[in-house]
């Protein structure tokens, strides 16, 4: 390592360092301003204490959002479990497996505005699936699956999911690849059958790519937004029923205008996101020290 | 990877002589019927993958004597068509729109790319006072979900750079991402010291090192990092739908939910927009794909 050096280092990072204290460290700190304000983007901020903190707590549809957000969370665990058999599954050496790979990546690069409008149309009344379902007979009428409050958030999920399998499967696929051939030799000399020869060497040899698919897809699922506003038209659906965290910020943000409430709602999410975060830092930390 | 076929002892044997095959028929047909299971789960998880992208080029040839919706739905269009894509070209500036994206995105990669590289020399190979501080201000920032600077980003752009509703306003906001100094750091981490200090022997200035010894070094992280911040920004929506109004200034994916609410109900047309607006990024995809695969295992090993 070299050491003396003076203005060097600040040169290459001085456009970051601009860049992300514009665009970043400014917003965060104006943020915690606006919360204590009343503001309407237009006219300037008005000082107004903790109001807006005490009418988030009281607030329905915030509690509602945020147990949305949560219940959002259960895509985790379905997308790591799904993707690390899915892996397993492509990192078999069978021909014309890298057509397959680049399939299951077609969701993952075709955003999510283009994702919501075909699943919108998928689920429709006169959609696919409810053509389908009535050929086979399974339901009579068609069903308004989008319309029905207790279904715009599993669909949502179910979207999320869907799209999200390809993307993080290349993650355990990579992970699989670097694990030493001889332990599945020695599992196999153990008398370990497939199944249990991915439980004893697979499972645990992905154990970092897991938790930092665990970190990153949990918290794209605390701050969804795009797959509500297109499957619900933007409205967040009938009752709310589709309403997330990010969706009430935007919509009290930039729908409403109320600012001011919107950024205390941001300082709710970004305390529950920094939680959380601690928590995957413990967790990719005991991760580390296993492998 | 090499070639699959190659490391597969089964494959190889497929392809090898008839009489070797002889000799061992009953493996060889359990071996092809297992391999055939798998290749029936491979097809049913690629039909789910891609059936919702596949209805919509199917929805979007349909004429207007082929029914949307019917029961059983169908699949093939009776009288196939390509009037949905010219009622959406003549409505919708989408080449205006793939442009704009184009711009927006070659715009944001290639400088992003740029900041990045640079700023993660310093923190992967330098010591220097204060390096400590902005590293973990940087890690600081890779927690804070990017919604939550929107507002104040919403204000400084109609009062203080004088960009709303156009396109600096997407570009400027993603030029650098912490994530991506992360990965480059991660990848100047792992060029060996003594590289570096032999060029300084050789009076090798830092600049000079940055450009003709590191960079070259770490081409296919720059690569991964470059493809992934062009798919994503490509793709972005909730920031550039909050700036960009004026239907000329609209990237793609703010013109496709645009396009919905022009189009509520004409589903034909709906699905010829969004048709469009994949088969493009996808074909992009297919072409840089291997250099992503490969570079994003790197990024993830180091």
Redesign the interface.
Known sequence: ???R??A???L??A???A??G???????L??VY?SFTDYD?VRPPVWIGLDNFIKVFGDETFWLALTHSFIYLIVTPIIIALSVA?AI??N????G??I????????????????G???R??F?????I???L??LGVIKEPIQWLAEPGLVLPIAMLLTI?AG??YYS??F???L??IPEELYDAARIDGANDLQKHWHVSLPGLRP?IV?VAVISS?AA??V??EI??LT?RTGGILDSGVTM?FY??RQ??QLHH?GY??AI?IV??AI??VF?IVNVRLLERGQGDA | MTDARALDPAQAALGAALPRRRARPRRRARQLAANAGWYAVLTAVALITVFPFLWMLLTSLKGPADPIASVPPQLIPGHPTLNNYQRVLQSLPVLQFFQNSIVVSVCVTGLNALVSTLAAYPLAKMRFRGREAVFYLLLATLIVPAQLTYIPSFVLAVNVFHYYDSLPAVIFPSLASAFNIFLMRQAFRGVPNDLLDAARVDGAGEWRIWWQILVPIVRPSIAAVAIFTFVTSWNDFLWPSLMLHDRTQMTLPVGLAALQSQFSSDFRSIAAGVTMTVVPILLFFIVVQRWFVRGLAGALKG
């Not at chain 1, 514009?22 to 965060?28: K, L």
């Not at chain 1, 429709?124 to 696919?128: K, V």
Request: net charge positive; hydrophobic share 60%; aromatic share 18%.
């Open positions: 390592m070299t050491t050096f003076h060097t280092p600040w290459f990072l456009p970051s360092v860049l992300i514009v665009f970043v460290v400014y917003p965060i104006a943020v606006y983007i899915l599954v492509v078999r050496k069978l021909r497996i890298q397959y790979r680049a399939l299951y990546f077609v969701p993952a690069v075709s955003g999510s505005i283009a994702i409008l075909s699943w149309w998928l429709d009344r006169n959609g696919f409810n053509g389908i009535q050929t869907w399998i390809g290349v993650i696929l990579a992970g690849q670097n790519q930092f918290l605390l701050k937004f795009d506003y297109v038209g990010v910020l935007w943000a930039f600012a919107a950024a941001a999410l970004l996101t920094l975060s």
